[in-house]
T-cell receptor
Framework: DADVTQTPRNRITKTGKRIMLECSQT?????MYWYRQDPGLGLRLIYY???????NKGEISDGYSVSRQAQAKFSLSLESAIPNQTALYFC?????????????FGEGSRLTVL | GQNIDQPTEMTATEGAIVQINCTYQ??????LFWYQQHAGEAPTFLSY??LDGLEEKGRFSSFLSRSKGYSYLLLKELQMKDSASYLC??????????WGAGTKLIIKP
């Protein structure tokens, strides 16, 4: 089983619908992140969390919200999806004690908003 | 502003050597990363450089020059499975990662 698991892997929805992407990890890492990836662009950080009580906005947080339900779980919500939120979304984790700050990514959730 | 530049696409031949360049302009520097991403898959960590010089790891090497804002990833003895996108990312003074758009590497037999 993957150390960082995302659900759903694929979702097609309509404009205005609420969508939740879930991420769970078995790596025991404190730090969790949500990124989106669009063709021709670098990964862009949406939100990140360094522990259960810590939530921070990233580069492109507008239109998104997150919840850190437990150390192992970090969910991303789109309250009212719009077509330009169509993208590939990645959850990632890192270990506070790892000097390199290496990120471990989930397999991605492909979201299409019609 | 902060930016990372790398070529959009490169083509190389199986068994050959290829160098993928990355130049960066960031607010501070706390390390440079290379990740590999196969189509439709998650990025996976390849290397981390924080000091100038060459880091070698098997067929892959990564070089950093902080004074020039420059890094390269060198792939030797190319294999078909090396066909992927290679992402350069820099950690800035706030320990935030700034990502390049990635270089798609195509390996031909």
């Amino acid at each position: 089983d993957a150390d960082v698991t995302q659900t759903p892997r694929n979702r097609i929805t309509k404009t205005g619908k609420r969508i939740m992407l879930e991420c769970s990890q078995t790596k025991g890492h404190d730090r969790m992140y949500w990124y989106r990836q669009d063709p021709g662009l670098g990964l862009r950080l949406i939100y990140y969390s360094f522990d259960v009580k810590d939530i921070n906005k990233g580069e492109i947080s507008d239109g998104y919200s997150v919840s850190r339900q437990a150390q192992a779980k970090f969910s991303l919500s789109l309250e009212s999806a719009i077509p330009n939120q169509t993208a590939l979304y990645f959850c990632a984790t890192s270990d506070l004690g790892e000097v390199t700050g290496e990120l471990f990514f989930g397999e991605g959730s492909r979201l299409t908003v019609l | 502003g902060q930016n990372i530049d790398q070529p959009t696409e490169m083509t190389a031949t199986e068994g050959a050597i290829v160098q993928i360049n990355c130049t960066y302009q960031t607010s501070g520097f706390n390390g440079l990363f290379w990740y590999q991403q196969h189509a439709g898959e998650a990025p996976t960590f390849l290397s981390y450089n924080v000091l100038d010089g060459l880091e070698e790891k098997g067929r892959f090497s990564s070089f950093l020059s902080r004074s020039k804002g420059y890094s390269y990833l060198l792939l030797k003895e190319l294999q078909m499975k090396d066909s992927a996108s290679y992402l350069c990312a820099v950690m800035d003074s706030n320990y935030q990662l700034i990502w390049g758009a990635g270089t798609k590497l195509i390996i031909k037999p």
